[in-house]
């Protein structure tokens, strides 16, 4: 169910990144409008926020930014919370530098709150969301749009171009390009809207959380994941992701194009996934940064080609599918070809446990996985590696498909992403070969040449195959369920 946008929104240039999920009135005689924030956390150039100011000015109302951070989500980690609440401390300092309260709450045995946005909704006006395709920021917005007895406004952050205005049913990566290349520039500026109003003081349906509190002993504390600790190389928080930015200008940019598929340099890619997944970078201020940087064309057009040319599709295609993690969006003809050798020998099996440890047979493989296991991140010629292996190392298609995204969603700081179900898709379907192989089928398989061949490759490989990783539980089962 959808409805209209109000005034504030329906007249707004960056309206088609808005869209009703309910046509519930505005509500009267109410203290703010409330601006729930899920994974784009940052307090600049952030379409969500500047949504809820444009709405709270219209109607005179303050803006109330909260961010809930649960002890129950899926792959809920030492790794993820402690990334989520970096961010999310430094998403309320600069909403306070912004003029607007942004107010927090962790979800623990000791300080439940239950239903805290319908809470906290009871005094809105209007509640303004992200629209995000995929995991947990999905399934809570659809429910709460649902439930909730006020209008709700889902509003794109996550791209530059917001996908509505490329029209529905484009089919392919080629088709998609023709569309979005000639769109980017009109999306490629925007300023912070500026609120009205003084920043909202009053009364509150719970006791907020300090977001400066001491970060390492609430985690220690929660019922979660403690094998998966923080990742030392994409540490939390706005600073580093604009350091990462910085870094990807000065020292990575100038050879991007050349460097960025050698998995064996230190400067070859940007590592900016992590956090634009969580939203702490928008791609909006990357490409500013990118175009207004002294590198070449070639390096600044890959960049884009990857940032938006690839990013994009993902999600333009996440958004139209019903469940973007789900098997059955791999392409028809690649599922068919892997059932038909479903039942084919394989010698390369491994268990679970090994794969999740990178303690398989296969040194390669073992050298993706502990850059996941290390890092919390993966560079982006293993990925495609690794993904296309796991296809020979599980009994069958559909537990291929599920390892993949169980590993790559519960290790990776960038995973639970349009980017990660639409690119094991793509690694298990693509363009049909012509030969025929065992457990394969049409599907096309994938040698590590490409990382081998490098200076010091096999090196390199040996070395990150044996990198000192976390001991990581191991599930009594893989939770397929989620994926098949
Ligand atoms: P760079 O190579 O520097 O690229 C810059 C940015 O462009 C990235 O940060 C990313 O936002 C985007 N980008 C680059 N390559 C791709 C791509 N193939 N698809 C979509 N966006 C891209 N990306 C995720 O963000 N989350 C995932 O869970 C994820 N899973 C993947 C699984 C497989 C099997 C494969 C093959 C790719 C996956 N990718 C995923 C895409 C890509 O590998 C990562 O985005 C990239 O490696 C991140 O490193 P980087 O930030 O240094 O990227």
Same mark, same amino acid.
């Given at each position: ?9 329906g007249?707004w ?20 409008v409330?601006?729930?924030l ?31 951070v ?10 993820l ?22 107010v927090?709450?962790?979800?623990r ?9 319908y ?9 303004v969301l ?24 889902a509003?794109n952050?996550?791209?530059l ?5 490329l ?13 979005h ?9 925007g ?6 109003l ?31 600790p ?76 990857e ?28 599922? #068919?070809t +892997? $059932?038909?050798? @479903?039942?084919?020998?394989? *010698?390369?099996?491994?268990?679970? %446990?090994?794969?999740? !440890? ?11 996985q ?11 010629n ?16 559909e ?15 960038d ?6 179900y ?31 061949a490098?200076?010091?490759?096999? #090196?390199? +490989? $040996?070395?990150? @195959?044996?990198?000192?990783? *976390?001991?990581?539980?191991?599930? %009594?089962e893989?939770? !397929?369920?989620?994926?098949v």
């Amino acid at each position: 169910m959808s409805g209209a946008l109000p005034p504030g929104l329906g007249d707004w240039h960056e309206c088609p990144r808005v869209r009703a999920m309910n046509d519930r009135p505005i509500a009267t005689g109410v203290l703010y409008v409330l601006c729930w924030l899920q994974q784009a956390l940052r307090a600049t150039d952030n379409p969500v926020i500047d949504a809820a100011v444009r709405l709270g000015n219209a109607l005179g109302l303050p803006v109330l930014v909260y961010h809930g951070v649960r002890e129950d989500y899926p792959y809920a980690s030492d790794r993820l919370h402690h990334f989520i609440l970096g961010a999310s401390r430094d998403l309320a300092a600069g909403c306070r530098t912004r003029g607007f309260a942004c107010v927090q709450h962790i979800d623990r045995a000791d300080h439940r709150e239950k239903g805290l946005v319908y809470r906290l909704g009871a005094d809105a006006a209007a509640l303004v969301l992200e629209d995000q395709p995929t995991f947990v920021a999905r399934w809570q917005a659809e429910r709460v749009a649902e439930r909730i007895a006020i209008p709700t406004y889902a509003v794109n952050a996550a791209c530059l171009v917001p996908p509505a205005v490329l029209g529905d049913g484009i089919g392919g990566r080629s088709g998609f390009l023709r569309r979005h290349e000639p769109a980017r520039a009109a999306w490629a500026d925007g300023e912070d809207v500026q609120t009205d109003l003084p920043a909202y003081d009053g009364a509150l349906p719970f006791v907020p959380d300090d977001p400066d509190g001491d970060i390492e002993a609430l985690v220690a504390g929660l019922d979660i994941d403690h094998s998966l600790p923080p990742s030392a190389a994409f540490p939390a928080g706005r600073a580093a992701g604009e350091a990462r930015l910085h870094r990807l200008i000065r020292d990575v940019l100038p050879g991007y194009a050349t460097t960025r598929n050698d998995a064996t340099q230190r400067e070859g890619a940007s590592g900016l996934s992590p956090y634009l997944h969580f939203g702490v970078l928008g791609p909006r201020e990357a490409m500013r940064a990118v175009t207004s940087s002294p590198a070449g064309a070639r390096h600044k057009t890959k960049f884009a080609d990857e940032l938006l040319g690839w990013r994009e599709w993902f999600h333009y295609q996440a958004r139209a599918l019903v469940a973007p993690e789900r098997y059955d969006r791999v392409a028809g003809w690649a599922r #068919a070809t +892997l $059932a038909e050798h @479903a039942g084919d020998p394989r *010698p390369h099996l491994e268990r679970l %446990s090994a794969m999740l !440890r990178g303690e398989t047979r296969d040194e390669t493989w073992n050298a993706c996985q502990r850059q996941f296991l290390r890092f919390g991140w993966m560079h982006n010629n293993l990925r495609m590696y690794w993904a296309k292996r796991i296809l020979a190392m599980t009994p069958d298609p559909e537990t291929a498909w599920a390892t993949a995204c169980y590993l790559n969603d519960r290790l990776s700081l960038d995973g639970r992403d349009p980017s990660t179900y639409g690119n094991i898709a793509a690694m298990f379907g693509g363009a049909p070969g012509d030969t025929d192989r065992p457990v394969y089928g049409r599907v096309a398989t994938r040698g590590d040449g490409s990382t081998r061949a490098r200076d010091g490759g096999d #090196a390199w +490989l $040996a070395k990150a @195959a044996s990198r000192d990783v *976390p001991a990581v539980t191991v599930p %009594s089962e893989l939770p !397929r369920e989620r994926y098949v």
